[in-house]
């Protein structure tokens, strides 16, 4: 099955590289080489507060993201995905090896066009795919830490995170290449999390996150209560640990307070009060009055049939999270 906004047949697009000019001076050297960048990934996130939560990893210059609106552009799914076609050689009908000699090349480029590369993959030490990942990221760690400080206009510490939303299968291909990394899991009660789509969707006039052309309220709210039941058995039985979980009503009712719990746990200081001073710039991702209206909003907003659908799918787990059935 293709996933949305992934080429067909394990192709990756090919775009000539930019350089990126500014006046601000990079950070004074620092003694000694500086390990790559820790991934943090931002897992389960479809309006759960992800985007706020990159507001606030945003703060810190040792974090290395683009500070764009909704803060998704993905280097280390893209970098993942580029060594994941060294994985095996495998010419199709889209890309073969005639396309890779071409001098004007500007396509798409895919695994090694051919059906015999012993030397790509005979068993050695570690697979061919891993080192490249792990090459491709120290060059990214390295690179980024130079020219942050110019994309932020200041400079301050070096890096030692990168943030990102991602989907959850990235997070294996990260253990099975040995690339540290750290994981956060955005937690929002479901049925918020069904409204605010539905907001989100019809302010816009699209179709995200999950919903279908044929979907109806009901088949929707079924679909999406049996997939975040999933993530909420994991974390009741204390499969995902509680410090890789941020709460929702947490981030909207106590962001200082998750601020200083976050910073303290990654290594870098989180400003709450600047995301606040920004909270106009972002007035537009948001689907309620205000963020604290946002919790708990199905108990007003929602049908008594939804109701009954996400009681049904989700209402024993409801209570171990301290949400009302």
């Not at 764009?68 to 009908?93: H, I, M, Q, W």
């Not at 071409?102 to 590369?117: E, Q, T």
Request: net charge positive; hydrophobic share 45%; with cysteine.
């Amino acid at each position: 099955m293709r996933r949305e906004g992934v080429p067909s047949r394990g192709l990756l697009p090919c775009a000539p590289a930019r350089s990126i000019v500014g006046a601000v001076p990079s950070p004074a050297p620092v003694a000694g080489p500086l390990r790559p960048l820790v991934p943090v990934l931002i897992l389960r996130s479809g309006r759960s507060g992800s985007t706020l939560l990159m507001q606030l990893l945003g703060t810190s210059p040792q974090v290395v993201f683009e500070r764009v609106y909704p803060y998704e552009l993905p280097y280390l799914t893209y970098l993942v995905r580029l060594a994941g076609l060294l994985r095996e050689p495998r010419p199709s009908k889209e890309w073969q090896q005639r396309d890779l000699m071409r001098a004007d090349f500007a396509g798409l480029l895919g695994p090694l066009p051919a059906r015999r590369a012993r030397i790509l993959t005979e068993e050695a030490d570690r697979p061919f795919w891993e080192g490249a990942l792990q090459a491709l990221w120290t060059e990214f760690s390295a690179h980024a830490r130079a020219v942050m400080p110019r994309l932020l206009g200041s400079a301050g510490p070096p890096a030692t995170l990168y943030a990102e939303k991602c989907p959850p299968w990235l997070r294996p291909l990260l253990a099975e290449a040995h690339l540290e990394h750290r994981a956060l899991h955005v937690l929002r009660d479901p049925r918020d999390v069904y409204l605010s789509i539905l907001a989100f969707n019809a302010r816009r006039g699209t179709r995200r996150f999950g919903v279908r052309a044929k979907d109806t309220p009901l088949t929707f709210a079924r679909r999406l209560a049996r997939e975040r039941a999933g993530l909420l058995r994991e974390i009741a039985a204390g499969r995902i640990p509680a410090d890789e979980v941020i709460r929702y009503e947490a981030l909207v009712g106590d962001l200082e307070g998750e601020a200083e719990r976050l910073g303290d746990r990654l290594g870098v200081t989180l400003d709450a009060a600047a995301v606040r001073a920004a909270e106009a710039e972002h007035a537009g991702h948001i689907t309620a009055e205000s963020p604290a209206a946002s919790v708990g909003r199905w108990k007003w907003e929602m049908g008594p049939e939804v109701r009954a659908v996400f009681a049904a799918e989700l209402g024993e787990l409801l209570p171990a999270f301290g949400w009302e059935v």
